[in-house]
């Protein structure tokens, strides 16, 4: 990472972009749907703990990845990080990624590819 891609006190960026698969809706979940600061934060890290974005019947869902070397260490470590940030957060949490889901249908009407 370069000093220009530093994006010091702020978590509305993608701190995981070198995940090339969602990192698209990652940065439009952080950039242009959620606008809480706490939740803000709470998924930005839970991004840099290498957790994932996956639609699953016009949903979607967070979802970690449990390798020492890209993600949590164990599942354990996981479970831990939901039960003290996602879970008492579930109600916002599932309302950004609601919106974004809508942002993005929205964006696809406009550009034609829905």
Same mark, same amino acid.
């Given at each position: 990472?370069?000093?220009?891609? +530093?994006?010091? %006190?702020?978590?509305? +960026?993608?701190? !995981?972009?070198?995940?090339?698969?969602? %990192?698209? #809706?990652?940065?439009?979940?952080?950039? *242009? #749907? #959620? =606008?809480?600061?706490?939740?803000? +934060?709470?998924?930005?890290?839970?991004?840099? $703990?290498?957790?994932?974005? /996956?639609?699953?019947?016009? %949903?979607?869902?967070?979802?970690?990845?449990? =390798?020492? *070397?890209?993600? /949590?260490?164990? *599942? @354990? =470590?996981?479970?831990? /990080?939901?039960?003290? +940030?996602?879970?008492?957060?579930?109600?916002?949490?599932? $309302?950004?990624? !609601? *919106?974004?889901?809508?942002? @993005?249908?929205?964006?696809?009407? !406009?550009?034609?590819?829905?």
């Amino acid at each position: 990472m370069g000093i220009s891609d +530093w994006h010091a %006190h702020d978590w509305r +960026w993608d701190p !995981r972009s070198e995940l090339t698969l969602d %990192h698209d #809706v990652w940065e439009l979940l952080l950039t *242009k #749907v #959620v =606008d809480d600061e706490e939740i803000g +934060w709470i998924l930005n890290g839970a991004r840099c $703990a290498g957790c994932r974005l /996956f639609l699953t019947d016009g %949903h979607y869902r967070i979802e970690p990845t449990i =390798d020492p *070397k890209r993600g /949590f260490d164990t *599942k @354990e =470590d996981w479970e831990e /990080f939901r039960r003290q +940030w996602l879970l008492p957060n579930a109600g916002k949490i599932t $309302a950004a990624l !609601r *919106k974004l889901e809508e942002t @993005e249908r929205s964006l696809r009407l !406009r550009l034609g590819t829905a």
